[in-house]
């Protein structure tokens, strides 16, 4: 394997670089597009046909440890700790895409989705939000009050006060709080942040409030999914 040097330090070798980026399931375009590093010169790292830049492995290294990957020695693995960053347009996907291999051999199979409005999910939100559910994971859903477009089951949703819904999705599932970054009112990606003891407090909060918000009573929604 190509093993990266500069200056005799020993940096990233092209076979961490493909290993992080399959980790994040992103092909070659979106690290580019993230990176600023050209496609053509991503391939020819990735198959090692080429002894890189120093300011382009930088670039690529830094963009990868910013979306969660830590480098190792000898490999590589998702940091532990704080946050993950994905900066892509799919975002809210890649979050599901996390849910689901987070949930789905636990013990706790419990989502716990905050600020959700049906009306807005397009088929690939809600085709994401199947796959959890076939795969046993548990909503609950908590929407704006005197919304009636309800895609599930009316035991899955509690209605927020309009004075208090933000439009702006909170899941928690795990030890994990995901959510939507935005830049005025446009979407720039994605955040997980991996805390414990924060995902627990605001999962003891919305257990609370579960209990006494009021439960929906219909759907006008034209199709809707057990």
């Not at 599930?152 to 030890?175: A, G, H, K, M, W």
Request: glycine content about 4%; proline content about 3%; hydrophobic content about 35%.
């Amino acid at each position: 394997k190509l093993i990266i040097y500069f200056k005799g330090v020993y940096m990233i070798s092209s076979p961490q670089i493909r290993a992080a980026r399959v980790m994040l399931n992103w092909s070659q375009k979106e690290l580019a597009d993230v990176s600023g590093v050209s496609i053509n010169a991503i391939a020819k790292i990735e198959s090692e046909k080429v002894q890189p830049r120093e300011s382009t492995i930088s670039e690529l290294q830094k963009t990868l440890e910013a979306a969660g990957i830590q480098f190792l020695k000898n490999g590589v693995q998702f940091r532990e700790d704080l946050l993950t960053h994905i900066p892509t347009k799919d975002a809210f996907i890649r979050i599901l895409d996390d849910v689901y291999h987070s949930l789905k051999d636990s013990e706790n199979k419990e989502l716990l989705y905050v600020c959700v409005d049906d009306r807005l999910s397009p088929q690939e939100v809600i085709d994401a939000e199947l796959r959890l559910r076939k795969a046993g994971i548990q909503f609950k859903t908590f929407i704006e009050e005197g919304n009636t477009h309800i895609l599930y089951p009316l035991e899955e949703y509690r209605y927020v006060s309009q004075d208090y819904f933000n439009n702006n999705t909170l899941v928690i599932y795990e030890d994990k709080i995901a959510t939507m970054v935005y830049q005025g009112k446009e979407e720039t990606g994605g955040i997980i942040i991996h805390s414990p003891s924060l995902s627990q407090s605001l999962r003891n909060i919305c257990q609370a409030l579960w209990i006494t918000l009021e439960k929906p009573t219909k759907t006008t929604a034209d199709r809707t999914y057990d």
